[in-house]
Nanobody
């Protein structure tokens, strides 16, 4: 069974940058289906889980409007690691960030993902 471990979170001032990593282990490495998605979600205190960015097995990327132009999702298949580069961070980006994998009918619906990491905290101060 696949497992994810996130890292790279921390505290940063507004306008700063962080790069989150999601290391995958186990599972089936042959995910060739077109609608397989690796995604980053975030959950701020007292709020629901929100999709941030995703990458399909085809390599196409997906972003929430709130992070377009600031965040970039990427992958290193050799290292089985996925990244979320976050630039121009804002206080409203403060949240626990999770990576997830699955075959969602709609990429930004968390119910479509069946593998989740434990999360890494990002705190952005003004």
């Amino acid at each position: 069974e696949a497992q994810f471990v996130e890292s790279g979170g921390g505290s940063v001032q507004a306008g700063g940058s962080l790069r989150l990593s999601c290391a995958a282990s186990g599972g089936n490495s042959g995910h060739a289906y077109g609608n397989y998605v690796i995604a980053w979600f975030r959950q701020a205190s007292g709020k629901g889980r929100e999709a941030v960015a995703g990458i399909r097995s085809t390599g196409s990327t997906l972003y929430a409007d709130s992070v377009k132009g600031r965040f970039t999702i990427s992958q290193d298949n050799a290292k089985k690691t996925f990244y979320l580069q976050m630039n121009s961070l804002k206080p409203e980006d403060t949240a626990m960030y999770y990576c997830a994998a699955g075959y969602p009918a709609v990429w930004d619906f968390s119910q479509g993902y069946d593998v989740w990491g434990q999360g890494t905290q990002v705190t952005v101060s003004s």
